[in-house]
């Protein structure tokens, strides 16, 4: 069964700095490609960043380059989305995607809010 488990998400202030890790299990990470994707309050579901299985070709959002740094370890499973400068619009639940062939699945999110 493919799980992909979420986790860093916590209320922090703005100008800050945070680091989300996602989990993930039952498929071969290297044959993924993996992303974050964000849902704002209110709002439709927003692409982040992607990061592709074997090259590890990195892609970002205008709004987070230069703040955001996604990685993989593929010895762990483990993707990261490294947060820094943060703005009170980078509050969203953040949830982490892979892609193998045709197939996507979806973790169960991880609330960032960024507010003083």
């Known amino acids: 069964e493919v799980q992909l488990v979420e986790s860093g998400g916590v209320l922090v202030q703005p100008g800050g700095s945070l680091r989300l890790s996602c989990q993930g299990s039952?498929?071969?990470?290297?044959?993924?490609?993996m992303s974050w994707v964000r849902q704002a309050p209110g709002k439709g579901l927003e692409w982040v960043s992607s990061?592709?299985?074997?090259?590890?070709?990195?892609y970002y959002t205008e709004s987070v380059k230069g703040r955001f740094t996604i990685s993989r370890d593929n010895a762990k499973n483990t993707m990261s989305l490294e947060m820094s400068s943060l703005k009170p619009e980078d509050t969203a639940v953040y949830y982490c995607n892979m892609v193998i062939g045709f197939q996507a699945y979806w973790g169960q999110g991880t609330q960032v809010t960024v507010s003083s």
């Open positions: 039952g498929f071969t990470f290297t044959d993924s490609t």
């Open positions: 990061i592709f299985n074997h090259i590890n070709n990195t």
